[in-house]
Antibody, heavy 120, light 112 residues
Framework: EVQLVQSGAEVKKPGESLKISCKGS????????IGWVRQMPGKGLEWMGI????????RYSPSFQGQVTISADKSISTAYLQWSSLKASDTAMYYC?????????????WGQGTLVTVSS | QSALTQPASVSGSPGQSITISCTGT?????????VSWYQQHPGKAPKLMIY???NRPSGVSNRFSGSKSGNTASLTISGLQAEDEADYYC????????????FGTGTKVTVL
């Protein structure tokens, strides 16, 4: 069974750094892209970027380029989303999601989400 | 790159059919047959309901159907049921800059 299990909720202060994770299981982790999607409170879905763990090829939405870093550790089948300096506006639910093999879209498997709260 | 445009809300009575529209451009919806639809219940992760304009993943009810004409895609829910009450998002592959995937603004479906 394919599963994407994300790390738990985080409460951080502005300016702090953060790295959240998404562990894939039940499939060949290095053969599928994994993407990240933001959902701000009460708002819609936003595509942030995507990584191919097999060779670390990474694409970012222009809206998130330079604001976050997407990475993956294929030895432990885990993808990451990280911030070097959080802002209050980063408060949101973050989902990782996986498309079918060899494709960038659509997302047919989703993690349960990680809620990130940034507040002083 | 702006989000694809959806109506904010659509409602219908049990058993009726409703249609949600999703308007984009020739760089996304109109240019590719990679339109998908997601259902999201409150507090839950999105669920893929339709992919490649009109295909249903295994396990999704055949009450859900998708289509496309020009730059506008549509999701139709027939035989509306209480469990269909949720938010629905369209999405599309896009050739705009390095943005590969764009979501719609979302539509709240209410079952009266």
């Amino acid at each position: 069974e394919v599963q994407l299990v994300q790390s738990g909720a985080e409460v951080k202060k502005p300016g702090e750094s953060l790295k959240i994770s998404c562990k894939g299981s039940g499939y060949s982790f290095t053969s599928y892209w994994i993407g990240w999607v933001r959902q701000m409170p009460g708002k819609g879905l936003e595509w942030m970027g995507i990584i191919y763990p097999g060779d670390s090829d990474t694409r970012y939405s222009p809206s998130f380029q330079g604001q976050v870093t997407i990475s993956a550790d294929k030895s432990i089948s885990t993808a990451y989303l990280q911030w070097s300096s959080l802002k209050a506006s980063d408060t949101a639910m973050y989902y990782c999601a996986r498309p079918p093999r060899g494709q960038l879209v659509p997302f047919d498997y989703w993690g349960q989400g990680t809620l990130v709260t940034v507040s002083s | 790159q702006s989000a694809l445009t959806q109506p904010a809300s659509v409602s219908g009575s049990p058993g009726q059919s409703i249609t949600i529209s999703c308007t984009g451009t020739s760089s996304d919806v109109g240019g590719y047959n990679y339109v998908s639809w997601y259902q999201q219940h409150p507090g839950k992760a999105p669920k893929l309901m339709i992919y490649d304009v009109s295909n249903r993943p295994s396990g999704v009810s055949n009450r859900f159907s998708g289509s496309k004409s020009g730059n506008t895609a549509s999701l139709t829910i027939s035989g509306l049921q209480a469990e269909d009450e949720a938010d629905y998002y369209c999405s599309s592959y896009t050739s705009s800059s390095t943005l590969l995937y764009v979501f719609g603004t979302g539509t709240k479906v209410t079952v009266l």
